[in-house]
């Protein structure tokens, strides 16, 4: 399989506004779940214009880099970052802007995004894939090879850390029942672990 980056202007301008901000681990796994969502679009049938489905995937981490002063939390701070870029550099439409919102603001909000639908389940199922998720039948050999293109680079323990670090300065990031204070609270249980979160 081909592993570059579609030669798409949009894409291109996301990945540069992405890349400058966020860390080489979380780059990697944002661009993985580009791949991996546009491939879940294909095999269920899912039909979303390949550009809208590679800025939801390539900004749904953003938010782990940016806003670190807001009380809202990284998904929700990255949803509002995402739709000023693309509201300012792309033409999508108001309701189109609204998708890529829901899609990354719900991106860690089990059985939520999946039975939303469109957009929000594919980031969602691309996400959980990235993760070790069975989504397709061969995710596994999937995985395999993205991975050799895009290595994780220890993207569980970076992408956690970030998650982390955010809600320390600012609690609020982490309200009760959220992934981020999942990981919040077992930090604070044990703040001298140094393998992966065990909220992760």
Do not use: C
């Amino acid at each position: 399989m081909n592993w570059l980056l579609p030669g798409i202007p949009l894409i291109r301008i996301v990945h540069d506004f992405v890349s400058a901000r966020v860390s080489v681990p979380v780059l990697n796994h944002s661009v993985r779940v580009g791949f991996l969502s546009r491939l879940i679009a294909e095999r269920e049938q899912i039909e979303i214009p390949e550009d809208i489905i590679w800025a939801a995937a390539l900004l749904h981490d953003v938010g782990t880099a940016v806003g670190q002063s807001s009380p809202q939390r990284f998904e929700v701070v990255g949803a509002n970052a995402a739709t000023e870029l693309l509201a300012a550099r792309s033409e999508l439409s108001g309701a189109q802007l609204q998708e890529v919102w829901d899609a990354i603001a719900l991106h860690t909000s089990p059985h939520i995004a999946e039975a939303r639908g469109g957009l929000t389940r594919l980031i969602r199922l691309g996400v959980l894939m990235d993760f070790g998720k069975d989504v397709l039948p061969d995710a596994a050999e999937v995985r395999t090879g993205l991975e050799r293109a895009w290595p994780r680079a220890d993207i569980e323990r970076t992408l956690a850390h970030a998650v982390v670090q955010q809600a320390l300065q600012v609690p609020e990031k982490a309200p009760v029942a959220s992934w981020p204070n999942n990981l919040y609270v077992a930090h604070l249980r044990n703040p001298h672990h140094t393998g992966i979160n065990p909220a992760f």
